[in-house]
């Protein structure tokens, strides 16, 4: 059963730095399907980062591209995301999710197994 459990959310002041991690429990899926959503209040969900299906690529959305990084540790079964130069229209909840199939990670709608979420809030 996949179980996804983010991390690492909280409050920042723009200009600074948080990471988020993932991690399955269960241990079923591998990190390289696994990739970053993003909801905030009033605009739909928007992919931030993830993973080709071989693992050998990584995708950041055009709106975060140079602040913030995805990356694994397969021992551990985790994934981060590496937030720099935060600002305030960052803030959302950000989830961790997990596809199925081979599908573009670019794309929130692939995504079938989701976790909680964590909150991130940038003030300005």
């Known amino acids: 059963q996949v179980q996804l459990v983010e991390s690492g959310g909280g409050m920042v002041q723009a200009g600074g730095s948080l990471r988020l991690s993932c991690v399955d429990s269960?241990?079923?899926?591998?990190?390289?399907?696994i990739g970053w959503v993003r909801h905030a209040p009033g605009k739909e969900r928007e992919f931030v980062a993830g993973?080709?299906?071989?693992?050998?690529?990584?995708y950041h959305a055009d709106s975060v591209k140079s602040r913030f990084t995805i990356s694994r540790d397969n021992a551990k079964n985790m994934v981060y995301l590496q937030m720099n130069s935060l600002k305030p229209e960052d803030t959302a909840v950000y989830y961790c999710?997990?596809?199925?199939?081979?599908?573009?990670?670019?794309?929130?709608?692939?995504?079938?197994?989701w976790g909680q979420g964590t909150q991130v809030t940038v003030s300005s």
């Open positions: 993973f080709s299906w071989s693992g050998s690529s990584l």
């Open positions: 999710a997990a596809r199925k199939l081979r599908l573009t990670p670019k794309d929130e709608g692939n995504y079938d197994y």
């Open positions: 269960g241990r079923t899926v591998s990190t390289d399907n």
